[in-house]
């Protein structure tokens, strides 16, 4: 039987284990960072930053209505999450219209070419990106990001938004200039946290596919050069996961890592993945390539990706992932 509030009954308590473990992160871990010691301090910056992280995985559970009975229900709390990763300009019906159409066109359907940007700056500045991603700064998320915040002064048909993300803006302007005057060093803090957020989901969502990626804002079609069924669906989707040996570790990133289960079956909650991916796969090892194995290529082309024309090669049987360059840019926070 369906609980009255949650879709679930079995997931009444993981989601307010999830809900409870965001909020305190958000709160506790914010007041850590501006008023403990230095050292207290850093540690309540991984807190903070693991629960945005979680709270980015939450508002992907809700745009699959996976956890509210009613899909109102899951819109409100998406657009929560969206405030609290900072990916709020962007309206949530937007970003999940967008990241629906990741399942249904089985692509990567991106709302930037940053291949082509980062190629049409001038010079001295695509050094600069260039550089800033080699020392693991995420220049290229944070430019989808400002896209995202831009769109509407960019783009006339999106000129109704200007007014809402003029004001949300300034909202946010007064928060963060409040948090400065009370602690800078919970300013810094806060910027730091968002940048390991982004590189752990970027880092997630570079090898979880080898789609086609196509540049689409609107209403544009994806083109039906190829077949693009279930069986490519699954041939191009890896189940990165944390850990193998502990699967209680993928909790880290609310089992996101379970990607062919979820894609097999998206109305299938975080919490039951790993018991659809043991069914659908066994005890053989499926189309897992373990993080471990991702770190090497994550590290090693860290700038190929800005500017490769594909995501590289993955060979599973042979549990090689060396060339598996990955994706960029095809974050569900930055979709429009």
Known sequence: MRSRIFRHTDGVIPNLLAFTYVLSGYVIGLWLMAT?????????TLWFAHALIIAAYLFHEFAHDT??????SNSWGGVLMTWLTG??????EHLRHKHV?????RADVISLDTKALVLSLPSPLRRLVLLLEWCYLPAIELLMHAFVIALPFLREERRADRKRVTLILLVRGVVFTALAYYSIQALLL????YLIMVTVLRFADAFQHTYDAYEILEGAKVPQDKLRDRAYEQANTYSNLVSVRWPALNLLLLNFPYH?????????????LPALHHKLFGDSKGPVIPMSCLLLPF?????TRLLSEDYGVVDIAASKADGFIGAVS???????
């Open 87 to 92: 990916s709020c300009y962007a309206r949530y």
């Open 299 to 303: 590290h090693r082309h860290r700038v």
């Open 330 to 336: 095809v974050s569900f926070l930055t979709a429009v």
């Open 260 to 272: 062919n289960a979820h894609h097999e079956q998206l109305a299938v909650p975080w919490h039951c």
């Open 190 to 193: 806060y910027g730091v946290a």
């Open 36 to 44: 403990a010691s230095l050292v207290v301090a850093l540690l309540a």
């Open 67 to 72: 956890i509210f009975a009613r899909h109102e």
């Open 101 to 105: 159409r990741h399942h249904v066109d």
